[in-house]
């Protein structure tokens, strides 16, 4: 497969003549709804005519909600190879709380398509915020803490899941090690029955980075610790901060050299984002707050306003500005320029695979690349 970058006058039959392929495949590809504008800057995935099998093994993970459409997980299952539903919770007792929205169907659907159904772990409170009174009152407390093993062993049973990724955020630094240890002791209590156990790890750059989210997650005992980790690569751009790229490729870069020097990369998952921001200039911090939006979303409001779509070749991320209701706003997302960049940083650095926060929303050109690009590995 190639990309092709819309210029000034392109249609999806002159694309489709210059490059020898259907206009129906270009549409397909890319999702392109009738009468397939095209806005100058935007990237499409177009098929040439030779095919080679893909050579990398990669694990690919995708996190969703139960309320995604079951069109959407059934479309994205085939090219997946384990899908972390979000999420379990827990009470202070270790008691574990199932997610308001039956899952059954997420994991049924995973299994009949020989994907691996991986029960997500979090200490989401009440009000739906990560709390980190819970992770300190669990991984202190022997008691709380075996309650919470014996229910995570038996839902995991229960459920027919495959496996548990812990998802902690906020964790206090007096916790790091606790943590840690709390991690190695579900991989000790779930390995005996063949359950894999992965953790989710802030995008640190160095050991002593600052930062409630940084401080409590040591990379090297945890990578030790898990069978697998991610890499939380995403969210520079965010709902709360200035406009930018959400995963630039230069900051990833950053954060992965720093986890191949604590963390064998052979358990190295990064962390990828299926969305993008639009923001409403000016930014101002504190009041501001972007809205998400779909990477097919932010290219039909750049067609709508007839704006150009422009690249940063250091970020390697698309993003344009457009006006609406006298308001001037800014949108940063993904396409598959931004995404073949961070697929190169597999094979570079030797990562085990990547995970897709999240998948709820279905984004063709980027799996139709992904596999293009890797062999994807089965459980």
Do not use: C
Request: cysteine-free.
């Amino acid at each position: 497969m190639e990309i092709y970058v819309v210029q000034s006058g392109d249609t999806v039959d002159s694309i489709a003549e210059s490059h020898g392929t259907s206009v129906s495949s270009i549409i397909y590809n890319n999702q392109l709804a009738y009468p397939y504008p095209l806005a100058v800057g935007q990237a499409l995935l177009l098929s040439s005519g030779e095919t080679s099998e893909p050579s990398y093994p990669a694990w690919v993970n995708g996190y969703a909600y139960p309320f995604i459409r079951r069109d959407t997980l059934n479309e994205t299952l085939p090219y997946l190879s384990s899908l972390s539903v979000f999420s379990y919770g827990f009470t202070t007792e270790g008691d574990l709380v199932p997610p308001t929205v039956d899952d059954t169907f997420m994991i049924d659907a995973a299994l009949a398509q020989g994907v691996r159904p991986v029960l997500t772990l979090t200490p989401l409170g009440p009000d739906g915020n990560f709390n980190n009174f819970l992770i300190t009152a669990v991984v202190n407390n022997q008691e709380a803490k075996d309650n919470l093993l014996a229910n995570l062993l038996a839902t995991v049973q229960e459920k027919s899941f495959q496996g548990v990724d812990i998802d902690f955020e906020y964790i206090r630094p007096e916790d790091r090690i606790p943590f840690a240890d709390f991690v190695a002791d579900v991989r000790d209590y779930l390995a005996p029955y063949g359950y894999h156990v992965s953790v989710a790890l802030a995008p640190k750059t160095s050991d002593e980075q600052a930062g409630l989210l940084y401080e409590g997650k040591d990379y090297g005992l945890l990578g030790e610790a898990a069978d697998s980790v991610l890499l939380m690569t995403y969210e520079w751009g965010y709902t709360y901060g200035p406009p930018m790229a959400v995963a630039p490729v230069n900051q990833v870069r950053r954060v992965v050299e720093y986890a191949v020097t604590r963390i064998d990369p052979a358990k190295i998952d990064l962390g990828i984002p299926n969305y993008g921001y639009d923001w409403t200039l000016p930014f101002v911090q504190g009041s501001s707050r972007a809205t998400t939006v779909s990477n097919l979303e932010a290219v039909r409001i750049a067609v709508e306003a007839g704006v150009p779509i422009q690249f940063d070749e250091v970020a390697m991320s698309p993003f344009f500005q457009y006006e609406k209701e006298g308001r001037l706003h800014e949108v940063w997302f993904e396409d598959v320029r931004s995404y073949q960049a961070k697929f190169a940083l597999l094979p570079e650095y030797g990562l085990r695979g990547m995970g897709y926060w999240q998948i709820m929303r279905f984004f063709r050109p980027n799996w139709l690349l992904l596999e293009n690009t890797f062999a994807i590995q089965r459980p």
